[in-house]
Every structure is written in structure tokens, then in C-alpha cells.
């Protein structure tokens, strides 16, 4: 199978596991190891803002800080930084030509100086897939897969990110099943 790093995976409605109900992933990593992404639509209900009082950070511009990202249900104490091309961190993963994926703590030090990346989400755990794990999910019909767009990932108000990937190539997830009709 192609890799799908870089792409989005899109649950469908008849995605069995409530978890991901709804959700947008951005693949960081899939390979002969596994599968790795963060969901890119569910914000929790806290702010950057608390992560910066709780780092003794004081920020140039918080007026419009995004949320922190739940990322998925594996290891949900750790922090990742998902951001756009234009930054670079010492320690990134090169996701795309565009999207990079990094922990280094010195993009929180970076963003509180106005000197971190333009376009950045911050995220705790992720979502990941044993070897094969995926591949047979995708054989159910519980995801959908398509290539990403920034502005949808950076973008887009979370609530729209869901429908909006799978519209950009004029597909109605809400109404995708996987029955066939006969005529």
C-alpha cells in the first residue's frame, strides 16, 4: 500500500469505534512500523494560554491563541507542535514539503516571542496503528482517504474541517455509505 503520510484519513459514518466519530486525521507517519496521525478537529476546552502560565511564559499577542488539540487516545500526556513550512525547529519531522511535526519545547518559546511559526497546532497524544492495523480498517469502509490541504488543517473552524476534506473533492461524508444500490 502507498503511504498515506501526509494525508488526511477521514472517519465515515460507519466508523465502529465512537472515538474517532467525526474525525479528521493528519497522517504524521505510515509505513512497514506502523501508522501514526493526530486528529486535527477536536480542540479540547483549554487554551495555549494555560500552557504558557503554567511554563512562566509571558506572550507578546495571545488574543487569538488556538486550542490545545486532542490528538488521539495513545499517550495523551504527550505534546506535539503540528505547524507550516517557513519554521524550523532543530528537532522536526518532515511530514510534507509544507507540514512539519515536532516536541521541541522551544517552539512554546519561540511562539510566546512572536517568532514561531505562522500556522501551528498544538497536540496532545495521537492516534496509532499497529503493522497492518490500518490497511485492514481501510477494508471496512471506516475511513476515508484524501490528500490534505493547509487550509483546511490551519485554517478552517474545527467544526467544518470533517465535511470540508471530504468536499474538496465533492464528496458529502455525512451522506457516504458503503451500500450499493441497484437501479
Request: include cysteine; hydrophobic fraction near 35%.
Amino acid at each position: 500500500m502507498e503511504s498515506l503520510q501526509g494525508k488526511f484519513l477521514i472517519a465515515t459514518p460507519q466508523m465502529p469505534d465512537p472515538r474517532f466519530k467525526e474525525q479528521l486525521i493528519y497522517m504524521c507517519s505510515h509505513n512497514d512500523d506502523g501508522a501514526m496521525g493526530l486528529i486535527v478537529n477536536h480542540p479540547s476546552e483549554y487554551s495555549l494560554l494555560e500552557i504558557f502560565k503554567s511554563a512562566n511564559l509571558t506572550i507578546s499577542d495571545n488574543k487569538d491563541l488556538p486550542p490545545i488539540y486532542i490528538g488521539g487516545p495513545v499517550d495523551v500526556e504527550t505534546a506535539f507542535f503540528l505547524y507550516s513550512s517557513g519554521y524550523e525547529s532543530e528537532h522536526e519531522l518532515s511530514i510534507s514539503e509544507d507540514v512539519s511535526l515536532s516536541r521541541d519545547p522551544q517552539i512554546l518559546n519561540d511562539i510566546a516571542q512572536g517568532k514561531g511559526p505562522h500556522d501551528f497546532m498544538f497536540v496532545l497524544g495521537y492516534s496509532g496503528w499497529a503493522p497492518g492495523q490500518l490497511e485492514a480498517e481501510l477494508t471496512v469502509n471506516g475511513w476515508l482517504t484524501l490528500p490534505s490541504q493547509n487550509e483546511i488543517l490551519f485554517q478552517t473552524p474545527d467544526a467544518d474541517k470533517w465535511k470540508r476534506a471530504a468536499l474538496q473533492f465533492g464528496i458529502d461524508i455525512s451522506l457516504y455509505t458503503d451500500e450499493i444500490g441497484t437501479a
